[in-house]
């Protein structure tokens, strides 16, 4: 019969199915960071359980870590927090990298980054971007504490199958347009709830067109559109980046070359079925940006603030009601809203690329005076990279700052965040209220819009750079 | 055994505009900021602190509450905390036209309650807060007045953890 890539993986991993439609499925790789993991391991200790596979569990910190400087957390509920997860780590014999290891990042990039993350495994970490992973053709997900704990004990998990959701790219990506204008693009179709109980497989040429690190940015904000997960079928593109140098936990010479023979196996069949299907033209699609405290609350860089009864999948009263938190009004032009702070950074849009197409743009540039702007690698690793190659003199020289990695401003646990009132571009994935600080503004935009703006002082359209 | 019968006051989590609240994220319901607790019994004061009209909300609640509110409940993030500030305030239900997909699987997994009622959105007028309600978890039946809605009921699965008291609990019992 023929079958989705994800009915592909699923059926690999099926351990046992119950009589409720439900199976228990195993678990290949289990992420781990301070926040969602403390509480799993005190019921582990409490009901005297070990950790059945220490050696597929990679643990790092990430969401309360300073990025100015290494050496101290000055929250002491964020140190122990931190410090938990290293003594949790050392206790079980789960690999951990730790503030000042030089692999530390945020979890769903150095997964990647590691050679951890392989087609064709499943993936789990509470965390909600674990969606991320899919770019690999792996099935990947975030959980909750409690299923954290229980993945600890038995490296499986109980769960139902999703549906499966077809999103199909076509025509060519303009100039400055990138791949988190596509992902925010599709996320504005169909809603926030608009991939609730699906699991979404992304295909199409311009899928094929995307370097790993950028079909990463459109799985990470899968869940943004309340799916389960996200899919890319692996191909060339993915078993380059697996083999290239400095990946420790991929497989290397034979069993590289014998793992990419079945990893090419991992495509949805031709004839595959799939319960919903859409098909997204971005020939002449638009810088993208968010104006309200939804990610599916966004318009093309030219647009205006909407009116609240033209705004699909939002009633009237929370588009309103959106618009007054953000202090907008409707028939704003979007290019016309000053911001105060650029973030770039995050799961999202922490990674090489994203920072080298920020620093193209603000090469020679000076950022706007009245702008704060904040750049944050995703991982230790792309910092030293983009060292290498000059981006943070690009960065410092415009008038940005330039940090260690780790969650930072995308959700402020740490002493990264924004003042009441203040207006962020963010590269990030989430505009929720205060998501970014006590009553702050988010718009949700692409490091190239970021970038653009930060030099003009309001949100801008980048695409002027790449004529 | 746990009751599957529930009586409580109610609170129905509206808007300025007067409006059931959907899509209440996992940021509105326990901030960010906050998310370094880890003990239970800290958790409940932060409950809906981030709710615009509802950061008040911890103080009000007394053990018992049945808390309301619209689509997609607990979008968002995986975290616990969302889930256990309200077991820490002792709520013994939640009632929503639809739950965000890992909230789902936590709150059962924990033992919290929750009931997914279908439409609740149309007839949303039906309930205020203060009113007294009865939730029957096997039948997914809801009282009010002598009233009746239809929610969905209880999953056999969703049972046997909230009988067990939570996932771990159920897992032992199975050995």
Redesign the interface.
């Known amino acids: 019969m023929a079958a989705t890539l994800y009915d592909k993986i699923w059926h690999e991993h099926v351990v046992r199915e119950?009589d409720?439609g439900?199976v228990l499925l195993y678990v290949d790789r289990h992420l781990l960071h301070e926040?969602?993991s403390?509480?799993a391991f005190?019921?582990l200790r409490l009901?005297g359980r070990r950790v059945r596979r220490p050696d597929l569990v990679l643990a790092t910190v990430d969401?309360?870590v300073p990025t100015r400087h290494r050496d101290s957390v000055s929250?002491p509920?964020?140190a122990?927090?931190i410090a938990?997860l290293q003594r949790n780590a050392k206790e079980y014999g789960i690999r951990y990298l730790g503030l000042s290891h030089p692999e530390q990042g945020i979890v769903h990039v150095v997964g990647p980054e590691l050679g951890f993350t392989l087609p064709g495994t499943t993936i789990v970490?509470?965390?909600?971007h674990t969606s991320t992973h899919g770019a690999f053709g792996a099935l990947a997900f975030?959980?909750?504490?409690?299923?954290v704990?229980?993945v600890l004990?038995?490296q499986t998990i109980?769960i139902r199958k999703s549906q499966t959701f077809r999103v199909r790219f076509v025509g060519r990506l303009p100039a400055g347009v990138t791949a988190k204008d596509m992902i925010l693009y599709f996320i504005g179709l169909v809603g926030?709830?608009g991939g609730?109980?699906f699991v979404l497989e992304f295909c199409g040429d311009p899928i094929r067109a995307l370097s790993m690190e950028e079909r990463m940015t459109v799985c990470n904000m899968s869940i943004e559109a309340?799916a389960?997960a996200g899919l890319i079928a692996p191909d060339k593109v993915t078993f380059d980046y697996i083999a290239a140098d400095d990946r420790p936990f991929a497989p290397r010479g034979r069993a590289l070359h014998e793992a990419i023979s079945r990893w090419e196996k991992l495509v949805s069949d031709y004839d595959a079925q799939f319960d919903r299907e859409m098909e997204l033209n971005i020939a002449s699609l638009e810088p993208q940006v968010t104006w309200g405290t939804?990610p599916g609350m966004v318009t093309g860089i030219s647009g205006k603030v909407p009116e609240p009864e033209e705004v699909e999948h939002f009633?009237a009263?929370?588009v309103?009601?959106s618009l007054t938190?953000a202090r907008l009004k409707p028939g704003q032009k979007m290019v016309d809203i000053p911001i105060d702070v650029v973030f770039l950074g995050s799961c999202t849009n922490g990674r090489l690329t994203d920072l080298r197409i920020a620093a193209e743009i603000l090469k020679g540039k000076k950022i706007s005076p009245h702008v704060r702007m904040i750049v944050v690698p995703g991982s230790e690793r792309i910092r030293r990279h983009a060292e290498q190659m000059g981006l943070d003199k690009i960065f410092r020289e415009a008038g940005a700052e330039w940090r260690h990695a780790g969650c930072s401003m995308c959700?402020?646990?740490n002493e990264d965040r924004l003042d009441p009132g203040q207006r962020c571009a963010s590269t990030t994935n989430?505009n929720?209220?205060?998501?970014q600080g006590?009553d702050s503004i988010t718009h949700l935009v692409s490091p190239a819009t970021a970038a653009a703006s930060a030099i003009a002082g309001h949100l801008s359209d980048p695409r002027e750079y790449f004529t | 055994m746990r009751p599957t019968t529930i009586t409580g006051r109610l609170w129905v989590l509206t808007?300025?505009?007067g409006?059931l609240y959907?899509?209440i994220?996992t940021?509105?319901i326990f901030?960010?900021?906050y998310?370094?607790?880890?003990e239970i019994e800290q958790m409940g004061q932060y409950a809906l602190g981030?709710l615009?009209g509802w950061e008040d909300f911890a103080h009000k609640a007394r053990p018992g509450d049945i808390v309301m509110a619209g689509?997609?409940f607990g979008?968002?993030?995986?975290?616990?905390q969302a889930?256990d500030c309200f077991r820490a305030l002792g709520v013994s239900a939640i009632v929503a036209e639809?739950f965000?997909?890992?909230?789902k699987?936590?709150a059962i997994?924990?033992g919290l309650p929750i009931v997914t009622l279908p439409g609740l959105t149309e007839m949303a007028g039906e309930f205020k807060t203060g009113d007294t309600v009865e939730v029957h978890f096997e039948t997914g039946q809801l009282t009010l007045d002598g009233k009746t809605f239809r929610a969905e009921p209880f999953?056999?699965?969703q049972m046997d953890i909230y009988q067990a008291g939570?996932?771990?609990a159920y897992?032992?019992s199975l050995e």
């Open positions: 119950y409720d439900s926040v969602t403390p509480q005190e019921g009901a969401h309360n929250d509920v964020a122990e927090q938990a970490c509470g965390d909600s975030g959980i909750g504490t409690s299923e704990e229980h004990a038995t109980r926030p709830a609730t109980g309340g389960r939804s009633s009263d929370d309103a009601k938190y959700l402020a646990m989430r929720f209220e205060s998501r006590h | 808007g300025p505009d409006k959907d899509d994220d940021d509105m901030h960010n900021r998310l370094h607790i880890t981030n615009e689509k997609n979008a968002g993030s995986s975290r616990q889930v639809s965000g997909a890992i909230y699987r936590n997994n924990s999953s056999q699965v939570d996932l771990f897992g032992k």
